[in-house]
């Protein structure tokens, strides 16, 4: 199962890859279908810490660690409705 909020899904727009600015090459994203999250992004209270190039992109193209976003996702993980797997 894929979930994506709108905020996270307008950021994308119809971007398939982006600059990694720590190796200075084009990227994909990461892909819900294809990749495993655990490979790419581990989470450390709210915030979704990069671990690969992919990760990289994909954290800041769509905005993963802005402060209202990681305000939202804290609260959901306390209510148990964040699905962390």
């Given at each position: 199962?894929s979930?994506?909020?709108?905020?996270?899904?307008?950021f994308?727009?119809s971007?398939l890859c982006?600059?990694?600015?720590?190796?200075?090459?084009v990227?994909?994203l990461?892909?819900?279908?294809?990749?495993?999250?655990?490979?790419?992004?581990?989470?450390?209270?709210?915030h979704?810490?990069?671990?690969?190039?992919t990760?990289?992109?994909?954290?800041?193209l769509?905005?993963?660690?802005?402060?209202?976003?990681?305000?939202?996702?804290?609260?959901?993980?306390?209510?148990?409705?964040y699905?962390?797997?």
């Amino acid at each position: 199962m894929s979930l994506a909020c709108g905020d996270c899904n307008r950021f994308k727009g119809s971007d398939l890859c982006s600059l990694d600015t720590v190796t200075n090459s084009v990227v994909l994203l990461f892909h819900p279908r294809s990749d495993a999250w655990r490979e790419h992004f581990r989470l450390i209270e709210g915030h979704i810490e990069p671990l690969t190039p992919t990760g990289r992109v994909t954290t800041r193209l769509l905005h993963f660690n802005d402060a209202a976003i990681v305000d939202r996702r804290r609260m959901l993980i306390e209510a148990g409705r964040y699905p962390i797997d």
